[in-house]
C-alpha cells in the first residue's frame, strides 16, 4: 500500500465510511493455456474516509476506476485486499442479516435513469418493492408509500400509477433517488448522477441532493467526471487517474487551486460558459491518452501525459504525501505546499 | 502544450447575412405516417458565414439534430421538410436531387457525429474509409488516395499515421476514432462542417484536444463550423454565433459574446441561469420549472411560455423572430419592444470571488 492515511477525522462516530488501501483487479483478455491471464488493476490502493452528513466526491475520466470504488464500497463487487468499515463494520465480513442491514445503509443510484428502473413496472412498484423485500412495510398502503417518497423528491404523488417511460429522464431520475432514500440509507452512492440529463435537469437534480442531504444528513459519495457538478456538491474530492488517488482534500481547495498536474489540466480543459473569461484562460491540453491499464508506465502513471515530467518521474512512483493541511497530493514535483517546483 | 484557450477563432459581430456560405430560411419539418405532426421544426432561419462557427443549441427534443440532419438530406422517412430552403453555395440542399446532395455531403460539406463507433464502418481500416471518400468525389485512384489518407491522419494529429491508417475502427480508442471522424469529413476540400455533439461522448481532457484539433483546422482551411451541442461550456469556448432552439423554433440568434452577456430571449437567459459554474458551491441553482413540451403538444403563441418567469398574457399570440439589431434577433415579442431586459445572471460569473 502507498498511501499515507489522511489526518484522521475527530472521531470515529462522524466517520460513516473508512475504506482503507483498496485493491480490485479484474483479469482481461483470453484463457490460455500455459499462461496467467493479465489483470488491470481498476483500483489500487485507494483510501476513502467518508465524514457523516458531507459528500465526497470523487473524479477522474473513464477507466480511472471511480466506478469499481464506488461498487466496492456499495460491496456490489469484492476486492482483492483492503478493509471497508461501513459504520464501524466490515464490510467483507458481514453474513446473513447482518448483510441485509448493511444493504439498507448503503444505497445506489446509477448514471441512466431509463435501464435502472423496469419499464414493466409502475413507479409505485419500484418504491414499494425495497421496503417490502426489507420488509419494513409496517402496516403502511403500499401507495401511501410511494407518495410520500415521490413527494420528499420533488415529484407530484399522482406519477405513483405511471411507467418509466411515460416519466422524463430527471424525474425517472428522481425516482431512481426515491427509490434509494426508501430504505432511509445513511450513504448514497451516486453514480454518475446527472450524466444523462439535460442543462436544466441537472440543475435540479443537484438541488435535490443538497436540500436531502441538509435534512436528513445523508452522506454520499458522488462518482461524475463533470468538474462542475463534483464543484458544486463535494466538500471533499478524491481525483483518481489510473485506480490511484493523485491528488484529495477539501473540494474548495482542490476544485480551485489544484496541485496535482492531472487536476490541473483536468480542470482547465473543462470549458466554463462565459466566453470573455474562457478564452483569457489558459488551458493546458494533455498530449495522448490514458496509458493502457494492463501495461501502466514504470514510475508515475501520469509521467506519460506530464508537462512536468522530469526523468525521475519515469522511475520513481510518488506516494500519495499530505501537504498544506488536510491535502494530499501524490507528485515528486512539489514542495511541502504541494506547489510545483519549476523545472 | 500550453495554450490560450480563446485565440481559437475571431470573434467579431460582423453579419454574416451577404455573403453566408450557409444560408437557412423557413425550415420546416413534419413528422410524416400514422402519428402526423405539424412543426417538429418550424420556420428555422440562421446563416453559417465563411470560417465562422455557429453553436446550435438547446435541450433535447427541442429539434437541433433533426435540422443539422435535415441539411444533410439525412431525415428518417418519418420525417419530411415541409418548407423552407437551405441555400449552400447556390444549392439548395433541401430540394436537390439525391445524387447532387451525395456530391455535396462528403465532400464541401462533412459531417460528424456524436458516437464515432457507429459512424465509421467496423469492417474497413481506416484509411480506406477517409480513401474512398476521396475515391469517390475527387475520383483519385486507389494508391493516390491512399497516400492522401495518410496526410489526413496526420493533420488530424494521429502519430504514426501511415501505421495506424492500417487500423480497424475498434482499435482505436474513442478519441483517436473522432479523429478520424474528421479526417473523412475534411477529406474532400470541405468548407462547411456540421457536428452533431462531437465530444459529447468523450472525456473532458480528450474534448480539449479534439476542441483544439478543430479550432487548428478552422484556422488553417477556412472552414466553417455548425456545431450542435448542449454544453454551453463549448459554445463559450469554441463558437462565434449562437442559434438556441426550443421546441422546434429558433428563439435567438446572436453572437456568443453578446448572448453571455446580456441573452435576448429568456429561455437563452434560462439556461445560462441553470448552470453550476461561477455559483457559490452548494447555493440554490436556478431551473427551469416543467419540460420541452412533445411535438403535437405545443402551447399557443410563445412555446417557451409556460415554463417563462417573464409571461404574460400576450405570449399567447404568435410571436415572430424579430431583427433588434443586425444580427441579433428574438422570438420574443416583450425583449423585441423593448419591454423586457435580460441580464444574464447579475454579476455571478465570478467564480474567484464567489468562493472567496
Known amino acids: 500500500m502507498r498511501a499515507v492515511l489522511a489526518p484522521e477525522p475527530v472521531t470515529d462516530d462522524d466517520v460513516v465510511v473508512k475504506a482503507r488501501g483498496l485493491h480490485r483487479s479484474f483479469p482481461v483478455g483470453r484463457r490460455l493455456p500455459g499462461r496467467r491471464r493479465e489483470r488491470v488493476h481498476a483500483v489500487d490502493g485507494v483510501d476513502v474516509t467518508i465524514p457523516r452528513g458531507r459528500t465526497v466526491g470523487v473524479i477522474g475520466e473513464s477507466g480511472s476506476g471511480k466506478t469499481t470504488l464506488g461498487r466496492a464500497i456499495a460491496r456490489l463487487t469484492t476486492v482483492d485486499s483492503g478493509a471497508i468499515e461501513i459504520a464501524g463494520r466490515d464490510v467483507a465480513k458481514v453474513r446473513g442479516r447482518e448483510l441485509k442491514q448493511l444493504r439498507r445503509s448503503v444505497q445506489v443510484v446509477f448514471q441512466d435513469p431509463f435501464s435502472a428502473l423496469d419499464p414493466t413496472k409502475t413507479i409505485a412498484h419500484a418504491l414499494f418493492e425495497p421496503i417490502l423485500v426489507h420488509g419494513l412495510r409496517g402496516g403502511r398502503r403500499p401507495a401511501d408509500i410511494a407518495a410520500e417518497l415521490l413527494t420528499r423528491v420533488g415529484l407530484h404523488p399522482s406519477l405513483a400509477p405511471r411507467y418509466p417511460a411515460e416519466l422524463s429522464g430527471g424525474q425517472r431520475q428522481r425516482v431512481c433517488i426515491a427509490r434509494a432514500l426508501a430504505l432511509g440509507p445513511e450513504i448514497l452512492i451516486a453514480d454518475e448522477p446527472t450524466s444523462a440529463l439535460d442543462l436544466s435537469t441537472r440543475s435540479e437534480i443537484l438541488n435535490l441532493l443538497v436540500s436531502l442531504q441538509e435534512e436528513t444528513g445523508l452522506s454520499i459519495l458522488l462518482i461524475s467526471h463533470d468538474v462542475a457538478t463534483i464543484r458544486h456538491l463535494s466538500h471533499e474530492v478524491l481525483v483518481m487517474y489510473m485506480g490511484r488517488v493523485v491528488e484529495s482534500g477539501p473540494a474548495a481547495e482542490v476544485m480551485t487551486d489544484p496541485r496535482h498536474p492531472y487536476t490541473e489540466a483536468l480542470l482547465s480543459a473543462a470549458p466554463i460558459p462565459d466566453p470573455q473569461r474562457q478564452r483569457l484562460r489558459q488551458r493546458i491540453v494533455l498530449h495522448g491518452e490514458m496509458p493502457s491499464p494492463v501495461h501502466p508506465p514504470q514510475g508515475c502513471n501520469f509521467s506519460t501525459r506530464c508537462p512536468l515530467v522530469v526523468d525521475a518521474c519515469r522511475t520513481m512512483d510518488p506516494p500519495l504525501v499530505s501537504v498544506a493541511g488536510a491535502r494530499q497530493v501524490a507528485c515528486i514535483r512539489r514542495d511541502g505546499e504541494g506547489r510545483h517546483v519549476d523545472r | ?356
Open chain 2, 1 to 356: 502544450m500550453i495554450d490560450t484557450a480563446g485565440a481559437a477563432s475571431p470573434r467579431t459581430d460582423r453579419d454574416a447575412g451577404d455573403s453566408a456560405l450557409l444560408d437557412v430560411r423557413g425550415l420546416s419539418i413534419d413528422l410524416v405516417g400514422d402519428e402526423q405532426q405539424r412543426g417538429l421544426v418550424e420556420d428555422v432561419s440562421f446563416q453559417v458565414g465563411r470560417r465562422r462557427s455557429v453553436a446550435l443549441i438547446g435541450e433535447s427534443g427541442c429539434g437541433k439534430s433533426l435540422t443539422a440532419f435535415a441539411l444533410l438530406g439525412l431525415l428518417s422517412r418519418a420525417t419530411r421538410v415541409s418548407g423552407g430552403s437551405a441555400l449552400f453555395e447556390g444549392v439548395d440542399l433541401l430540394t436537390a436531387a439525391p445524387q447532387q446532395l451525395a456530391r455535396i455531403r462528403g465532400g464541401p460539406i462533412g459531417a460528424i457525429f456524436q458516437d464515432p463507433m457507429t459512424s465509421l464502418d467496423p469492417t474497413m481500416k481506416v484509411g480506406d474509409q477517409i480513401a474512398e471518400s476521396r475515391r469517390l468525389h475527387l475520383g483519385e485512384s486507389r494508391k493516390t488516395a491512399r497516400k492522401h489518407a495518410e496526410r489526413l491522419l496526420d493533420q488530424v494529429g494521429i502519430a504514426n499515421a501511415p501505421e495506424r491508417a492500417r487500423s480497424y475502427p475498434h482499435e482505436l480508442s474513442g478519441g483517436m476514432q473522432q479523429r478520424v471522424m474528421i479526417a473523412s469529413a475534411i477529406a474532400c476540400d470541405c468548407k462547411l462542417l456540421i457536428a452533431d455533439e462531437p465530444t459529447t461522448a468523450l472525456d473532458v481532457t480528450i474534448q480539449a484536444q479534439i476542441l483544439e484539433l478543430l479550432a487548428d483546422l478552422q484556422r488553417g482551411l477556412g472552414l466553417a463550423v455548425l456545431l450542435v451541442t448542449h454544453d454551453l461550456g463549448v459554445v463559450a469556448d469554441f463558437c462565434d454565433d449562437i442559434v438556441v432552439m426550443y421546441a422546434g423554433h429558433v428563439v435567438e440568434r446572436n453572437s456568443v459574446d453578446e448572448a453571455f452577456a446580456r441573452p435576448r430571449h429568456p429561455y437563452t437567459k434560462a439556461l445560462l441561469g441553470a448552470v453550476p459554474e461561477g455559483r457559490e458551491a452548494r447555493a440554490k441553482l436556478p431551473t427551469i420549472p416543467g419540460r420541452v413540451p412533445p411535438a403535437g403538444s405545443f402551447p399557443e403563441g410563445c412555446r417557451f411560455q409556460p415554463r417563462c418567469e417573464f409571461a404574460v398574457a400576450a405570449c399567447g399570440e404568435p410571436q415572430r423572430e424579430v431583427e433588434i439589431e443586425p444580427g441579433r434577433h428574438t422570438r420574443c415579442g416583450r425583449v423585441a419592444h423593448d419591454l423586457l431586459q435580460l441580464e444574464a445572471r447579475g454579476g455571478t460569473h465570478d467564480e474567484s470571488s464567489a468562493r472567496t
